[in-house]
């Protein structure tokens, strides 16, 4: 594959985040990225960061993968907390990346996908060494993304339901000092066929996280990107989404679009699932991502 790969680690909160670095041929320094994956994933995104790494390499670009605490090999399996740890991981990734000597400390830039891509939206309003920032099909609201996946599965009386199970856990932890672990599937309300397509990628997938504890649901519940893309401005940012994504729902772009400054740019897929990896787009998605990296960066 076009470029360089080696296995790195840096420290999140005195916790070690495994990453893979990949940088191009030809002579340093290089602008670089920090690819943010999915809730539940690891750091190549199915094969899809690996691919988009290799075609970032091909245009001069390198990029970090890793693996968000409580994913893969980083952190206490099951503490995925999106809304502080997360956020943090991207900016301690930021930092790793501006200490490197191939690396051009005042050209980087964040991609994220789904929750990677509210991660990306955040850590680039509170960091402006972030030049610009790619979101794939990100989640605007944490809370709006679960109540969607509940209410479309289990109605509103399911929904009703698991938050009452989430402040039973959170009144647990205060009186014990323990915390419950639930599986994935179930924090994420999958229904028959989603829940079969989730453990077969599993078992592919072995690195997929399969259980998170509740503080996890917590820390969904307060991840509101949209609350903060306004303060990315003037810096670009692309939203690219497909129409047809039932997991997370294109109005979740259409929010931060409008929400984000006056170099915004929506792409909008008309046939592809959430996991952009899996469908007909794969490519076309990488390429965008890539034409707006090499126009910013």
Known sequence: MPGRESEVKFFSEYQEV???????????????????????????????????????????????????????????????HPHDDWVEDTLCA?????????????????VGMSVGGGIAVQAAALDDRVCCAVALAPVADGGWWLKHLWTTSQGETGWHDFLG??????????????????????????????LAAHRAMHEKYPQFATHAYYTSVESLLQFQPRQ???????????FIHSLTDTSVPIEHSYELFGRAGHIRDLQVIHDSPHCFWIGPESRHV?????????RYL
Not at 286 to 294: A, G, P
């Open 94 to 110: 930021l930092s790793f990346l501006e200490a490197r000597s191939d690396i051009a400390g005042s050209r980087l830039g964040v």
């Open 165 to 194: 199970q989430v402040r039973h856990a959170r009144r647990e932890r205060v009186a014990t000092g323990m915390s419950t672990k639930v599986p994935i599937e179930s924090i994420l309300a999958y229904g028959p066929d989603d």
């Open 228 to 238: 903060f893309v306004h303060k990315i401005r003037p810096r670009p940012i692309r």
């Open 18 to 80: 495994h990453g893979t670095m990949c940088v191009p041929d030809g002579s340093p320094p290089y602008p670089a990225v920090a690819l943010l994956h999915g809730y539940g994933a690891f750091r190549d995104e199915l094969t899809g960061y690996v691919e988009l790494a290799a075609l970032l390499a091909e245009h001069g670009i390198a990029s970090l993968r890793f693996d968000f605490r409580g994913c893969g090999e980083s952190g206490e399996a099951g503490r995925l």
């Open 286 to 294: 990488q390429e965008l991502t890539v034409d707006w990296l090499s």
